[in-house]
């Protein structure tokens, strides 16, 4: 018996990455996941890898910069389970370059797809958990939203606006039996990480060397806290957010 048998879990980009981990990691736990994901090739590639495993997930395409959107996707998962327990918002994309000349498109899509499109989603399932008096509502930020990274003007302001949003709305409506909380990964071995050694943006010696834990962390460290967060060992955490980032943060903003 896993500790989310029975619930119902929404996560957004959960094709690859951090989000596929996140979505595998729930799935393991018990729980029914509905893969939320803007391509569909990849969403339902997801699916069919977690459903070979024996796992229950089932895909739904959306995107979560569209108010219509995160509606549908929310109501189709309400109308189907009778139910929503658990959503993760965890879609995302990252664009870098110097803010003089940052192209106002990549700017928007960030915003939109990182801020708004968590705000979006966090309202159409408040709507349903706040009906049921239940709910689970965890925001993936970074820990680019705590502090200065050059270069990362957009995604670090979008990061900073989840732990914000994560705050207010776990306040707003912890009495009324919802949680909200947020985990900021540092530096994760991911296939975004690996494009950006390849495209020669970053170096992996660079973030080892500046990780107290002298390495970049694993996907799985990552959706082990979020599993817990989510579960009831985590019923007296909300509007709070939870780096998992080796010491980065804690060290500073030291140069890489």
């Not at 990252?94 to 803010?99: K, N, S």
């Not at 003007?153 to 947020?182: D, F, H």
Request: aromatic share 6%; proline share 3%.
């Amino acid at each position: 018996m896993g500790e989310l048998d029975g619930r119902i879990a929404i996560v957004t980009g959960a094709g690859r990455g951090i989000g596929f981990g996140i979505a595998q990691r729930l799935c393991s736990a018990g729980a029914h996941v509905v893969v939320a994901e803007f391509n569909p090739a990849l969403g339902q590639e997801a699916v069919s890898k977690l459903s070979e495993q024996g796992y229950k997930a089932t895909f739904h395409e959306t995107d979560v910069r569209k108010q219509e959107s995160a509606g549908a996707l929310v109501d189709a998962v309400a109308s189907r389970f009778g139910r929503l327990d658990i959503l993760i918002n965890n879609a995302g994309l990252a664009t870098i370059g110097p803010t003089e000349t940052f192209p106002l498109d990549d700017w928007n899509r960030q915003i939109d797809v990182m801020l708004n499109g968590v705000f979006l989603c966090m309202q159409a399932a408040g709507r349903v958990m706040l009906q049921q008096g239940t709910g689970v509502i965890l925001n993936i930020a970074s820990i680019g939203g705590l502090g200065a990274w050059p270069m990362r003007s957009a995604y670090n302001s979008a990061k900073a606006g989840v732990i914000s949003l994560t705050e207010n709305i776990g306040c707003e409506w912890a009495r009324r039996g919802v949680r909200v909380v947020s985990v900021s990964p540092g530096v994760t071995r991911t296939a975004m990480l690996q494009q950006m050694v390849d495209e020669g943006i970053a170096t992996l010696d660079k973030y080892n060397r500046r990780t107290p834990m002298g390495r970049v962390g694993e996907i799985d460290e990552i959706t082990s806290v979020v599993q817990f967060l989510v579960s009831d060992r985590a019923s007296y955490i909300t509007a709070t957010n939870v780096t998992v980032d080796g010491g980065w943060t804690a060290w500073g903003n030291l140069p890489l």
